[in-house]
T-cell receptor
Framework: AQSVTQLGSHVSVSEGALVLLRCNYSSSVPPYLFWYVQYPNQGLQLLLKYTTGATLVKGINGFEAEFKKSETSFHLTKPSAHMSDAAEYFCAVTLRDTGRRALTFGSGTRLQVQP | GAGVSQSPSNKVTEKGKDVELRCDPISGHTALYWYRQSLGQGLEFLIYFQGNSAPDKSGLPSDRFSAERTGGSVSTLTIQRTQQEDSAVYLC?????????????FGEGSWLTVV
């Protein structure tokens, strides 16, 4: 079984400040890891994913995340927040090479960006 | 179409009535998923279809919920005898065949309100 924990249901940063959204996972086998963003009244959009290879993954809109196996973490960062980054962010996990492909999501972190 | 299409986008129904929600996946995507997003419950997996294989129904919350996928494309999620706790956004998603690292693309959801 797998699970995802996102620390902090709400995060507020100033425009131009570092964004750090935390995600820890629990998985019995090596996972695939994803970050999705949801803007108000819209569906989920993939920001980035880790499957294999380099553990530092770059995504859209200047976001990146680093897979740290020793810490079972996949934190999302962006060096400088924009007002347009205000949204809800979901970390998700699925197990590689298994028949169960559905994503297991964390509870989400709502990011507010203050002017 | 270019993305996952869901209808209706909004549905208000009376308690006890049946509802049907429709999903049209991205062309060529053989994997199709239904999720439910509600306050306090986050994103819950409901059901997963992959080609002609038996669907993974492990997330359906009760026998009032069912889904079918005709011709390997369009899917319908049916909720019988709706209850107020069924009020939520129902998200459909699809992905290409292959490993569980494939990106899952989401529709904008069907907002269901049971009054």
């Amino acid at each position: 079984a797998q699970s995802v924990t996102q620390l902090g249901s709400h995060v507020s940063v100033s425009e131009g400040a570092l964004v750090l959204l935390r995600c820890n996972y629990s998985s019995s086998v090596p996972p695939y890891l994803f970050w999705y963003v949801q803007y108000p009244n819209q569906g989920l959009q993939l920001l980035l994913k880790y499957t294999t290879g380099a553990t530092l993954v770059k995504g859209i809109n200047g976001f990146e995340a680093e897979f740290k196996k020793s810490e079972t973490s996949f934190h999302l960062t962006k060096p400088s927040a924009h007002m347009s980054d205000a949204a809800e962010y979901f970390c998700a996990v699925t197990l590689r090479d298994t028949g169960r492909r559905a994503l297991t999501f964390g509870s989400g972190t709502r990011l507010q960006v203050q002017p | 179409g270019a993305g996952v299409s869901q209808s209706p986008s909004n549905k208000v129904t009376e308690k006890g009535k049946d509802v049907e929600l429709r999903c049209d996946p991205i062309s060529g995507h053989t994997a199709l998923y239904w999720y439910r997003q509600s306050l306090g419950q986050g994103l819950e997996f409901l059901i997963y279809f992959q080609g002609n294989s038996a669907p993974d129904k492990s997330g359906l919350p009760s026998d009032r919920f069912s889904a079918e996928r005709t011709g390997g494309s369009v899917s319908t999620l049916t909720i019988q005898r709706t209850q107020q706790e069924d009020s939520a956004v129902y998200l459909c998603a699809s992905s290409l065949p292959g490993g569980s690292g494939n990106t899952i693309y989401f529709g904008e959801g069907s907002w269901l309100t049971v009054v």
